[in-house]
């Protein structure tokens, strides 16, 4: 299994980044889908989670209403659609995958997000 992420970078506030997760190896599995991210000296925090056989998205309440997961499973990739961004969401962000079956954990490299002006 393999997950890549790609689309972070340096935006100014206000403004609006789409990351992009590419999952090998996961086809046909159930899987809980997670974006996660970290500043560095903090722990992780679970950002928002999609199960790729359906159900209803989650999110921290810090980046409802900003954020939207979403998944392409024909493409086995998952996005994360970032507006209206802030200082505070300044972090890695992480690709996370665990599947259903029997809890096996996937992370991604990480891709850094930075919002300053």
């Known amino acids: 299994v393999q997950l890549v992420e790609s689309g972070g970078g340096l935006v100014q506030p206000g403004g609006s980044l789409r990351l992009s997760c590419a999952a090998s190896g996961l086809s046909g599995s159930s899987v809980f889908m997670s974006w996660v991210r970290q500043v560095p000296g903090k722990g992780l925090e679970w950002v928002s989670q999609?199960?790729?056989?359906?159900?209803?998205?989650n999110y921290i309440s810090s980046v409802k209403d900003r954020f939207t997961i979403s998944r392409d499973n024909a493409k086995n990739t998952m996005y994360l659609q970032m507006n209206s961004l802030k200082p505070e969401d300044t972090a890695v962000y992480y690709c996370h995958a665990r599947l259903m079956s029997n809890s096996t954990q996937y992370w991604g490299q990480g891709t850094q997000v930075t919002v300053s002006s």
């Open positions: 999609i199960i790729t056989s359906g159900g209803i998205p």
